[in-house]
Protein backbone atom coordinates (compact mmCIF):
# COMPACT_ATOMS: atom_id res chain seq x y z
CA UNK A 1 0.00 0.00 0.00
CA UNK A 2 1.62 3.39 -0.97
CA UNK A 3 1.12 6.13 1.70
CA UNK A 4 3.17 8.62 -0.10
CA UNK A 5 1.16 11.70 -1.19
CA UNK A 6 4.32 13.33 -3.90
CA UNK A 7 4.10 15.38 -6.39
CA UNK A 8 3.11 13.05 -9.18
CA UNK A 9 0.01 11.94 -6.67
CA UNK A 10 -1.09 15.62 -6.22
CA UNK A 11 -0.58 16.41 -10.00
CA UNK A 12 -3.00 13.92 -11.35
CA UNK A 13 -5.44 14.12 -8.59
CA UNK A 14 -5.38 17.88 -9.87
CA UNK A 15 -6.01 16.62 -13.74
CA UNK A 16 -8.97 14.35 -12.10
CA UNK A 17 -10.31 17.21 -10.37
CA UNK A 18 -10.17 19.29 -13.34
CA UNK A 19 -11.76 16.79 -15.46
CA UNK A 20 -14.89 16.51 -13.00
CA UNK A 21 -15.27 19.97 -12.47
CA UNK A 22 -15.94 19.98 -16.50
CA UNK A 23 -18.25 17.19 -16.34
CA UNK A 24 -19.97 18.14 -12.94
CA UNK A 25 -20.71 21.44 -14.37
CA UNK A 26 -22.44 20.27 -17.56
CA UNK A 27 -24.66 17.71 -15.61
CA UNK A 28 -25.78 21.00 -13.37
CA UNK A 29 -23.87 18.82 -9.83
CA UNK A 30 -21.06 20.95 -9.55
CA UNK A 31 -20.27 21.37 -6.05
CA UNK A 32 -16.54 23.21 -5.77
CA UNK A 33 -16.93 22.32 -1.62
CA UNK A 34 -17.13 18.31 -3.15
CA UNK A 35 -14.11 19.18 -4.78
CA UNK A 36 -11.72 20.84 -2.62
CA UNK A 37 -12.53 17.89 -0.03
CA UNK A 38 -12.00 15.00 -3.12
CA UNK A 39 -8.20 17.04 -3.90
CA UNK A 40 -7.34 16.98 0.26
CA UNK A 41 -8.32 12.97 -0.04
CA UNK A 42 -5.05 10.84 -1.22
CA UNK A 43 -7.35 8.22 -3.49
CA UNK A 44 -4.06 5.83 -4.04
CA UNK A 45 -3.97 5.36 -0.48
CA UNK A 46 -7.25 3.03 -0.58
CA UNK A 47 -5.12 1.02 -2.54
CA UNK A 48 -3.85 -2.33 -2.00
CA UNK A 49 -0.29 -1.73 -4.38
CA UNK A 50 2.10 -0.11 -6.27
CA UNK A 51 1.16 -1.84 -9.24
CA UNK A 52 -2.97 -0.47 -8.63
CA UNK A 53 -2.10 3.12 -7.59
CA UNK A 54 -1.43 4.03 -11.24
CA UNK A 55 -5.44 4.08 -11.81
CA UNK A 56 -6.07 5.64 -8.86
CA UNK A 57 -7.21 8.99 -10.59
CA UNK A 58 -8.78 7.59 -13.66
CA UNK A 59 -12.72 8.13 -13.14
CA UNK A 60 -13.39 4.17 -12.82
CA UNK A 61 -14.38 1.82 -9.83
CA UNK A 62 -11.57 -0.60 -8.72
CA UNK A 63 -11.60 -4.32 -6.53
CA UNK A 64 -11.03 -3.84 -2.83
CA UNK A 65 -11.54 -7.39 -2.42
CA UNK A 66 -14.66 -9.35 -0.80
CA UNK A 67 -16.32 -8.79 -4.46
CA UNK A 68 -16.37 -5.00 -3.66
CA UNK A 69 -14.93 -2.11 -5.76
CA UNK A 70 -13.99 1.54 -4.94
CA UNK A 71 -16.32 3.86 -6.67
CA UNK A 72 -16.04 5.64 -9.63
CA UNK A 73 -14.29 9.04 -8.76
CA UNK A 74 -17.30 10.42 -10.45
CA UNK A 75 -19.87 8.58 -8.43
CA UNK A 76 -18.49 9.85 -5.23
CA UNK A 77 -18.61 13.57 -6.25
CA UNK A 78 -22.56 13.24 -7.39
CA UNK A 79 -23.25 11.39 -4.28
CA UNK A 80 -21.54 13.87 -1.75
CA UNK A 81 -22.92 16.89 -3.93
CA UNK A 82 -26.77 15.54 -3.62
CA UNK A 83 -26.07 15.08 0.34
CA UNK A 84 -25.41 18.56 0.82
CA UNK A 85 -23.29 17.93 4.26
CA UNK A 86 -22.78 20.85 5.94
CA UNK A 87 -19.81 20.96 8.99
CA UNK A 88 -20.85 18.88 12.34
CA UNK A 89 -23.89 17.41 10.56
CA UNK A 90 -24.21 13.82 11.86
CA UNK A 91 -24.26 11.33 8.51
CA UNK A 92 -24.43 7.38 8.00
CA UNK A 93 -22.80 5.70 5.67
CA UNK A 94 -23.89 2.18 4.66
CA UNK A 95 -20.80 0.52 2.88
CA UNK A 96 -17.79 1.84 4.33
CA UNK A 97 -16.14 -0.29 1.42
CA UNK A 98 -12.24 1.01 1.13
CA UNK A 99 -12.92 4.46 3.52
CA UNK A 100 -12.59 6.48 0.02
CA UNK A 101 -16.43 7.85 0.41
CA UNK A 102 -16.19 8.72 4.32
CA UNK A 103 -12.82 10.13 3.74
CA UNK A 104 -14.23 12.61 1.55
CA UNK A 105 -16.88 12.93 3.73
CA UNK A 106 -15.29 13.82 7.06
CA UNK A 107 -13.64 15.86 4.75
CA UNK A 108 -17.01 18.13 3.95
CA UNK A 109 -17.24 18.27 7.94
CA UNK A 110 -19.42 15.11 8.67
CA UNK A 111 -19.88 13.58 11.74
CA UNK A 112 -19.68 9.98 10.18
CA UNK A 113 -20.78 6.91 11.35
CA UNK A 114 -20.61 4.27 8.75
CA UNK A 115 -21.56 0.38 8.63
CA UNK A 116 -20.08 -2.48 6.54
CA UNK A 117 -21.08 -5.45 5.95
CA UNK A 118 -18.23 -7.08 4.71
CA UNK A 119 -15.41 -8.13 7.81
CA UNK A 120 -12.80 -7.97 5.31
CA UNK A 121 -13.12 -4.31 4.75
CA UNK A 122 -14.09 -3.21 7.89
CA UNK A 123 -10.76 -4.81 9.43
CA UNK A 124 -9.00 -2.65 6.52
CA UNK A 125 -11.02 0.39 7.09
CA UNK A 126 -11.25 0.53 10.93
CA UNK A 127 -7.23 0.66 10.48
CA UNK A 128 -6.60 2.69 7.36
CA UNK A 129 -8.97 5.79 8.30
CA UNK A 130 -7.51 6.26 11.98
CA UNK A 131 -4.16 6.61 10.79
CA UNK A 132 -5.02 8.76 7.65
CA UNK A 133 -6.10 11.21 10.98
CA UNK A 134 -9.83 10.59 10.10
CA UNK A 135 -12.17 9.45 13.02
CA UNK A 136 -15.53 8.02 12.44
CA UNK A 137 -17.76 5.57 14.05
CA UNK A 138 -17.51 2.25 12.13
CA UNK A 139 -19.56 -0.70 12.45
CA UNK A 140 -20.03 -3.95 11.20
CA UNK A 141 -23.15 -5.59 10.81
CA UNK A 142 -26.52 -4.95 8.05
CA UNK A 143 -26.48 -1.67 5.91
CA UNK A 144 -30.69 -2.00 5.91
CA UNK A 145 -31.05 -1.72 9.74
CA UNK A 146 -28.68 1.22 10.03
CA UNK A 147 -27.15 2.62 13.06
CA UNK A 148 -30.29 3.12 15.70
CA UNK A 149 -27.84 3.60 18.44
CA UNK A 150 -26.53 6.48 16.82
CA UNK A 151 -29.36 8.08 15.22
CA UNK A 152 -30.99 10.31 14.48
CA UNK A 153 -28.97 11.34 11.26
CA UNK A 154 -29.34 14.81 9.34
CA UNK A 155 -28.26 12.67 6.21
CA UNK A 156 -27.61 8.99 4.95
CA UNK A 157 -25.77 7.69 2.01
CA UNK A 158 -25.98 4.28 0.51
CA UNK A 159 -22.79 3.03 -1.55
CA UNK A 160 -24.42 0.17 -2.52
CA UNK A 161 -27.23 -0.66 -4.75
CA UNK A 162 -30.10 -1.50 -2.49
CA UNK A 163 -33.58 -3.33 -4.04
CA UNK A 164 -35.67 -1.00 -2.01
CA UNK A 165 -35.75 1.77 0.44
CA UNK A 166 -34.95 -0.01 3.64
CA UNK A 167 -37.57 2.18 5.93
CA UNK A 168 -35.25 2.18 8.58
CA UNK A 169 -32.69 4.74 7.23
CA UNK A 170 -35.58 6.65 6.45
CA UNK A 171 -36.81 6.26 10.36
CA UNK A 172 -33.39 7.15 11.57
CA UNK A 173 -33.57 10.52 9.40
CA UNK A 174 -34.19 13.84 10.88
CA UNK A 175 -36.86 16.02 9.78
CA UNK A 176 -35.09 18.03 6.98
CA UNK A 177 -32.99 15.24 6.36
CA UNK A 178 -31.53 13.49 3.09
CA UNK A 179 -30.76 10.43 2.00
CA UNK A 180 -29.26 9.56 -1.41
CA UNK A 181 -29.39 6.00 -2.53
CA UNK A 182 -28.78 3.90 -5.99
CA UNK A 183 -32.10 1.81 -6.11
CA UNK A 184 -32.41 -1.19 -8.61
CA UNK A 185 -31.59 -4.63 -9.02
CA UNK A 186 -30.50 -5.03 -12.33
CA UNK A 187 -26.66 -4.18 -13.58
CA UNK A 188 -27.84 -0.53 -13.55
CA UNK A 189 -29.54 1.51 -10.46
CA UNK A 190 -31.38 4.55 -10.53
CA UNK A 191 -29.76 7.51 -8.47
CA UNK A 192 -32.40 9.00 -5.77
CA UNK A 193 -32.31 11.61 -3.39
CA UNK A 194 -34.97 11.20 -0.52
CA UNK A 195 -35.75 14.63 1.59
CA UNK A 196 -37.74 13.61 4.37
CA UNK A 197 -40.40 16.54 5.43
CA UNK A 198 -41.35 17.84 8.69
CA UNK A 199 -44.33 15.76 8.52
CA UNK A 200 -42.52 12.49 8.11
CA UNK A 201 -43.57 12.22 4.38
CA UNK A 202 -40.80 11.95 1.62
CA UNK A 203 -40.15 13.59 -1.51
CA UNK A 204 -37.96 11.60 -3.55
CA UNK A 205 -35.69 13.11 -6.46
CA UNK A 206 -34.27 11.27 -9.76
CA UNK A 207 -30.66 11.98 -10.60
CA UNK A 208 -29.80 9.64 -13.50
CA UNK A 209 -28.33 6.11 -13.99
CA UNK A 210 -25.33 4.28 -11.97
CA UNK A 211 -23.72 0.82 -11.21
CA UNK A 212 -22.76 -0.34 -7.87
CA UNK A 213 -22.13 -3.65 -6.11
CA UNK A 214 -25.08 -5.23 -4.49
CA UNK A 215 -26.42 -4.27 -1.61
CA UNK A 216 -26.15 -7.43 0.97
CA UNK A 217 -28.14 -7.94 4.04
CA UNK A 218 -27.32 -10.89 6.37
CA UNK A 219 -24.15 -10.13 8.41
CA UNK A 220 -21.70 -12.45 7.41
CA UNK A 221 -20.08 -14.74 9.67
Request: aromatic residues 10%; hydrophobic residues 40%.
Amino acid sequence: MVREDNLKFQGARRRMIEKLRERLKGEGLLDERVMEAMMKVPRHYFFESAFDTGFAYENTAFNIGAGQTISHPHTVAVQSALLEVQKRHKVLEVGTGSGYQAAVLMELGAKLYSVERQKLLYDKTSKLLPAMGYRATLSYGDGYKGMPAYGPFDRCIVTAAAPYIPDALIDQLKPGGILVIPVGEGEVQDMLRIIKKDDGTTVTEEYGHFSFVPMLQKTAR
